[in-house]
């Protein structure tokens, strides 16, 4: 049986926010977590990270597996990220200059069959910064249109 790839995105937040860094994060999970997140019942819509004291967790909606009984786990809790101490030391700092966050963009299982999560700095981008992206994008559209249609004669 062939494994299927997941791979959950978070759309919004390229609109939402200006990504400044990346990062790849392991995180701690419950065993009926995985298998949910391997059934693709994750939700990173209104998925945020913050510190509680020198540790990174994640607030986001796994939900509950269907087979897990008694044994399930609470769909919206906080789970920790595994990060290497002085990416989390920079990011720390990095969180408590002005109007910058953590926020998660893609939940992923790797080679190995670990779920990982990439996360990203961000700054939240303002109304005319949106209208802008919308009009570069739609200028480079109109650009690869013309490139199509250019060597056609009609």
Do not use: W
Request: hydrophobic residues 35%; glycine residues 8%; aromatic residues 8%.
């Amino acid at each position: 049986m062939a494994q299927q790839k997941i791979d959950i995105r978070n759309r919004k937040a390229y609109h939402d926010y200006e990504i400044i860094e990346k990062f790849t994060a392991g995180m701690s999970l419950m065993g009926s977590e995985i298998k949910s997140i391997r059934q693709g019942k994750a939700s990173l819509a209104d998925a945020y990270c913050k510190f509680i004291g020198d540790e990174l967790f994640v607030l986001m909606r796994i939900a509950e597996y269907e087979q897990g009984g008694a044994f399930g786990h609470e769909p919206d809790r906080k789970r920790k990220l595994l990060l290497r101490k002085r990416e989390l030391k920079r990011l720390k700092k990095k969180v408590q200059e002005k109007g910058l966050t953590i926020i998660p963009l893609r939940l992923f299982i790797n080679n190995r069959g670990l779920a990982k999560l990439e996360i990203a700095l961000v700054r939240g981008k303002k109304l005319h910064d949106k209208r802008e992206d919308i009009k570069r994008r739609d200028q480079k559209r109109e650009m690869d249109r013309e490139r199509k249609y250019s060597g056609f004669k009609f």
